[in-house]
């Protein structure tokens, strides 16, 4: 990945899916930009970056639920970064409230900041992406199972992640003219800022063990592992994907 300059947007903490592909992609020798929202996450990215010794080439605010910062965010790395050829999308929100009793009782507000924030968000950043991606690239996204499928309590997010892989194939489509390849990973449970406090994550935790044909669930590492596989030219020939590494999970009756 030497020759590669990746933006990485969604490190809140040393825990992030978004770290784990950070790490992944260091090993690997790409240059690293940072999105973040939060001061606080720029706080723990900055700790983060200094123990780790990860000289990144720019961190940059990025709320991607405003067209103004996303258009804003990439100017700024096209201009003092140059090119691209990776955007990692790291980033989801919905309100507590709707992580918990039934769909049907969402939002209209909900429903919306969920679309926003996690679905609408990847189609704003793959907009002004590819205008700092002259030579193509790749941008992958960070998916769930329930999308596919209903998983309790994830109710508005999984018709966020529906449209967010949905997306996924018209932007592969759209973009794949330009040679830009768009991806998502479909990861298991993992324990993170995101997950805090969110009902039955412990229980789904548990199932994954038992019935998971590799009996285990998976971390950021290998998310970092599998993402950086399609940031790289080893994946060249793929697009409009949803790669699962949720050790084989989802083939289960
Ligand atoms: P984290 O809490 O570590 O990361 C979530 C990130 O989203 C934070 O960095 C947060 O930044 C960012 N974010 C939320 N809203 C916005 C916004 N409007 N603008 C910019 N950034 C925003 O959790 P994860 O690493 O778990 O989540 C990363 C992705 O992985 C998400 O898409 C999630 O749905 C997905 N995923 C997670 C799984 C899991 O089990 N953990 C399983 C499958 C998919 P800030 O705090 O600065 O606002
Ligand atoms: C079936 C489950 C468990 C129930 C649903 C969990 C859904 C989580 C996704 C969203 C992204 C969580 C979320 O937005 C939480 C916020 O309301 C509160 N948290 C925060 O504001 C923190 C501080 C910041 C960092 O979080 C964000 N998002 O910015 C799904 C789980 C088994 C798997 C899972 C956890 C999936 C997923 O998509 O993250």
Redesign the pocket.
């Known amino acids: 990945m030497s020759n590669k300059t990746i933006v990485v947007?969604?490190?809140?903490?040393e825990?992030?899916?978004?770290?784990?592909i950070a790490k992944a992609l260091h090993r690997e020798g790409a240059k690293l930009i940072f999105?973040?929202?939060?001061?606080?996450?720029?706080d723990k990215l900055t700790k983060l970056l200094a123990e780790h010794d990860i000289a990144p080439l720019l961190t940059v605010s990025?709320?991607?639920?405003?067209d103004e910062?996303v258009a804003e965010a990439f100017a700024r790395i096209g201009a003092e970064a140059g090119a691209v050829q990776g955007v990692v999308?790291?980033?989801?929100?919905a309100d507590k409230d709707e992580l918990q009793g039934e769909f049907v009782d969402t939002t209209r507000e909900g429903y919306m900041l969920a679309q926003?924030?996690?679905a609408f968000?990847l189609v704003a950043v793959a907009r002004e992406a590819r205008k700092i991606m002259p030579e193509g690239g790749s941008i992958v996204?960070?998916?769930?199972?329930?999308a596919e499928r209903v998983v309790r309590n994830y109710n508005v997010?999984g018709v966020a992640?529906a449209a967010?892989e949905a997306s996924v194939r018209y932007l592969a489509e759209d973009l794949g003219k330009y040679g830009i390849r768009v991806n998502a990973?479909?990861?298991?449970?993992?324990?993170?800022?995101?997950?805090?406090g969110v009902s039955g994550?412990n229980d789904i935790m548990s199932a994954i063990e038992e019935r998971a044909p590799l009996r285990r669930n998976v971390d950021?590492a290998e998310?970092g592992d599998a993402t950086m596989f399609l940031l790289s030219g080893l994946s060249r020939g793929v697009t409009g994907e949803v790669l699962h590494v949720d050790a084989g999970y989802h083939i289960m009756g």
Not at 9 to 13: F, I, L, Q, R, T
Not at 141 to 146: A, D, E, N, R
């Open positions: 947007m969604g490190v809140a903490n825990r992030s899916i978004a770290w784990g999105t973040y929202r939060k001061e606080r996450s720029l990025c709320d991607v639920s405003s910062s999308h790291s980033v989801a929100f926003d924030s996690s968000s996204t960070q998916t769930y199972i329930g997010m992640k967010l990973i479909s990861a298991g449970p993992i324990r993170t800022l995101a997950a805090k994550f950021q998310v």
